[in-house]
């Protein structure tokens, strides 16, 4: 079974830019395909960006499309998301997902982390 652990959040101001990664151990990380969620109070988990198993594809919530990059390293087994253009409303925690079906919702993926808490100061 994977574990996924999720690193790199923080504090940042608006415009500003952070680059979270998952780092993945104890399964064929290859095979998953990798989502991005995130979920900020009171709100539901929401579907951010997804990657194939190889890397080839790749999707973005249209509210991240064109701020957002999401890859993949199967060499180091991580995931990456390069989070630019940061603004208030991308205020939440973040979580990596694996899973076997290229899923816009939660209940696609199986395995999660514990989740990294990126917060966007005005």
């Known amino acids: 079974q994977v574990q996924l652990v999720e690193s790199g959040g923080g504090l940042v101001q608006v415009g500003g830019s952070l680059s979270l990664s998952c780092a993945a151990s104890?399964?064929?990380?290859?095979?998953?395909?990798v989502g991005w969620f995130r979920q900020a109070p009171g709100k539901a988990r929401e579907f951010v960006a997804r990657?194939?198993?190889?890397?080839?594809?790749?999707d973005y919530a249209d509210s991240v499309k064109g701020r957002f990059t999401i890859s993949r390293d199967n060499i180091k087994n991580t995931v990456d998301l390069q989070m630019n253009s940061l603004q208030p409303e991308d205020t939440a925690v973040y979580y990596c997902a694996a899973g076997t079906t290229y899923a816009v919702v939660p209940q696609g993926y199986r395995h999660w982390g514990q989740g990294t808490q990126v917060t966007v100061s005005s």
């Open positions: 990657i194939t198993e190889s890397g080839r594809n790749t």
């Open positions: 104890g399964g064929l990380f290859g095979t998953y395909v």
